[in-house]
């Protein structure tokens, strides 16, 4: 199965990938995960919301499905191998963010709901997805193909869920306290003592992709801990059947 | 005009077939191969020109490889005896040459050799022997040297092929270089109108523009000839930057020419700079921007009756902005576009480019069977491959601008949505 992933940014991609591909490989599914948003030039920022909605903007329905699902936009050899699924990911924390709730009242006049339940907080993010990709007015078909999997709060959720050994409440985790918990466990992972009281979360997409790859199996874990990651998991294993790839 | 070209063996490419437009632009990673496939078009010119001695080879603008290079070496394919070229031509002309090297040859030398037109044979060697128009030519051949430039002086060949061959044997591969077009290095113009690199820039100023003002139209009410409107849109090319409002060629006050240059004591290029003060508004090409010095260039080798009409220009965005580079290849195209309905005795008729600049790619039409535009990659041998980028089959210009998202093929380039077009990087 080929995926594609649209995603914040660099430092997202690995978790997305890794932990997701892992977990399609439980259910004897072999899937090829690759980024499919462009190199990002030194001014933007390094990730962010508007990364992926803006490449949804720039990539209308039509041009997803030309370029991704359907071969590509030339012909012979330079057409490309289709995708089976584009996931889109976007992590749930955005949605106290009031520039975002603002680009999307004004993009979409529509109004993110405040909640703090962690599925419904998810929720509000992919109701913003399903309006940016419009797939309302796609077919069925075409949208099976849109996976869209919500990060609740981050990324960095699932890695601290992947990382221990216990189940725990994961998606709760927010501000200061995910900034902790994930750190610690990314300096525990690479066998350093944790500091304690960090600033800011390491965004090296590098030293993420170590942590994702040692970790890969905790996958297991994150389908137990993370209902939107297993939801996201779910409907790629349908797709699959669907598409006849198990 | 160069129709297809089926190269085997030949540096990096070890069997490609090309079928060409009228305009064609190579674009791809770098050490793909394109200039590769730019010496391949020259080395099956050279076949039908003076021949593969090292002058024969430089003069076309190619590199002086050493012939046993010229072929191609991959590992685990054993080292061939032979490259080939099978060129065809309009109006069924076909050519193929099989050339052959060794250690103990510094020149490439002629293994078989044919030409046929609409299938009837004219002239072939092999080593069975040669023969042209029905007559054997056994051991009268020299073997650096193609058949068709030994005899087409003394044998009749049809009227077709000798234009067909004509055109093509002057095909060289252009090259600008600053130092060169500013008058800092002086060399050799090995054909008219101007050399590879821009050596004799001045006299080819002066020639172009004795010949524009010949085609110039005597009053506002005389009929604009076709021959003028080409003349004129190249002309316009040195105006793209915004600066110069006329150029010319003249004796510099000592005073007013560099010290820089190779020689001052002979006619220089100047431009008219229409910012500058009347009495100090003349720049030499010394001081002129390069961009601008290019524009001259490109406008020469596109309209100048003596430039050959079928050319190769590496790097066509050499010196250029974005926007500019796109103005040049349009114009290409137009002249190219006008020169296929008459003979006008000048302009351009066939184009090979290279380019690493996206916006060159906006001045092509994709679904315009004349502009044709190559991504040229490695495979996974390393061969060159070079695949021509078109809309996939069936679909119509609305439904592709659909399916890009309004966005231009420059766009497509710098998104990574041509495949190859950015090469493929390791780092």
Not at chain 2, 192 to 204: D, F, K, Q, R, V
Not at chain 2, 221 to 239: F, G, P
Request: aromatic letters at 8%; hydrophobic letters at 40%; glycine letters at 8%.
């Amino acid at each position: 199965m080929r995926v594609g992933v649209v995603c914040e940014g660099p430092s997202d991609y690995p978790a997305i990938s890794i932990f997701l591909a892992d977990a399609l490989q439980r259910r004897s599914i072999t899937a090829e995960v690759r980024p499919v948003f462009p190199e990002l030039d030194r001014t933007r920022p390094e990730g962010g919301w508007g990364n992926v909605l803006l490449w949804l903007k720039r990539n209308p329905p039509e041009t997803r499905i030309a370029k991704y699902f359907n071969g590509g936009l030339f012909a012979g050899e330079l057409a490309t191998t289709p995708l089976d699924a584009l996931v889109f990911h976007l992590d749930a924390d955005i949605v106290d963010d009031e520039l975002f709730r603002g680009y999307v009242k004004k993009t979409y006049e529509h109004e993110v709901a405040l909640h703090n339940q962690p599925a419904e907080r998810a929720g509000s993010i992919k109701q913003v997805l399903r309006l940016a990709a419009d797939l309302e007015n796609l077919t069925q078909t075409d949208v099976q193909k849109h996976v869209l999997a919500v990060a609740v709060e981050a990324t960095e959720s699932w890695c601290v869920a992947a990382f221990h050994a216990q189940p725990g409440e994961y998606e709760v985790l927010r501000g200061q306290a995910l900034i902790d918990a994930f750190m610690t466990v990314l300096e525990r992972s690479e066998g350093r003592q944790p500091q304690g009281n960090y600033a800011n979360i390491d965004k090296n997409a590098d030293r993420r992709r170590r942590f994702c790859r040692k970790h890969a199996a905790g996958s297991e874990r994150l389908i137990q801990t993370c209902d939107q990651f297993k939801e996201a998991v779910d409907a790629l294993e349908v797709l699959a059947a669907n598409r006849g790839l198990r | 005009m160069l129709e297809e070209l089926l190269i085997t063996r030949f540096k990096s490419v070890r069997e490609q077939r090309l079928s060409f437009g009228r305009v064609n632009l190579f674009i791809g990673g770098n050490g793909t191969g394109k200039s590769n496939l730019l010496e391949a078009i020259g080395l099956a010119s050279a076949c039908l020109s003076r021949g593969l001695g090292d002058s024969d080879i430089v003069q076309k603008g190619l590199r002086l490889t050493p012939s046993e290079l010229m072929k191609s070496s991959f590992k685990n394919e054993s080292l061939p005896k032979t490259l080939e070229l099978d060129a065809t031509f309009s109006r069924g002309i076909h050519y193929k040459a099989a050339l052959r090297s060794s250690l103990r040859d510094p020149l490439l030398r002629f293994f078989s050799e044919s030409c046929t037109v609409r299938n009837k044979k004219i002239f072939g060697r092999s080593n069975r022997g040669a023969s042209a128009t029905g007559v054997s030519h056994a051991g009268r051949l020299e073997q650096n040297r193609g058949i068709w430039d030994q005899i087409k002086a003394t044998y009749e060949i049809p009227a077709d092929v000798n234009e067909e061959f004509s055109e093509f044997a002057r095909y060289v591969i252009y090259t600008p270089q600053t130092d060169f077009l500013r008058g800092r290095q002086s060399g050799r113009v090995d054909a008219p109108p101007i050399g590879l690199h821009g050596e004799g820039l001045p006299e080819a100023v002066d020639s172009f523009l004795n010949v524009w003002r010949e085609h110039h139209p005597r009053s506002q009410k005389t009929e604009v000839s076709a021959a003028w409107q080409i003349l004129d849109a190249c002309v316009k090319l040195v105006w793209l930057p915004g600066w110069a409002s006329m150029f010319g060629v003249h004796h510099a006050r000592p005073l007013l020419t560099s010290r820089d240059l190779a020689d001052r004591s002979s006619e220089t290029v100047y431009f008219v700079d229409r910012f500058m003060h009347a009495s100090r508004n003349r720049l030499s090409v010394y001081d002129s921007s390069e961009g601008t010095l290019f524009l001259l260039f490109a406008a020469i080798i596109l309209a100048h009756p003596s430039a050959p009409k079928v050319f190769a220009l590496d790097n066509v965005d050499n010196a250029l902005n974005p926007r500019l580079t796109r103005r040049l290849v349009e114009q290409i195209n137009f002249v190219c576009n006008f020169t296929k309905v008459s003979d006008l005795g000048l302009g351009a008729r066939q184009v090979f480019l290279t380019s690493h600049n996206p916006t060159a790619l906006d001045a092509f039409d994709l679904f315009e069977d004349d502009q044709r535009v190559f991504v040229v990659r490695r495979n996974e041998k390393g061969h060159t491959t070079a695949e021509r980028l078109q809309p996939p089959p069936g679909m119509t210009k609305e439904k592709w601008e659909l399916a890009k998202g309004g966005r231009n093929l420059s766009q497509l380039w710098l998104d990574g949505d041509i495949p190859g077009a950015l090469g493929d990087t390791q780092i």
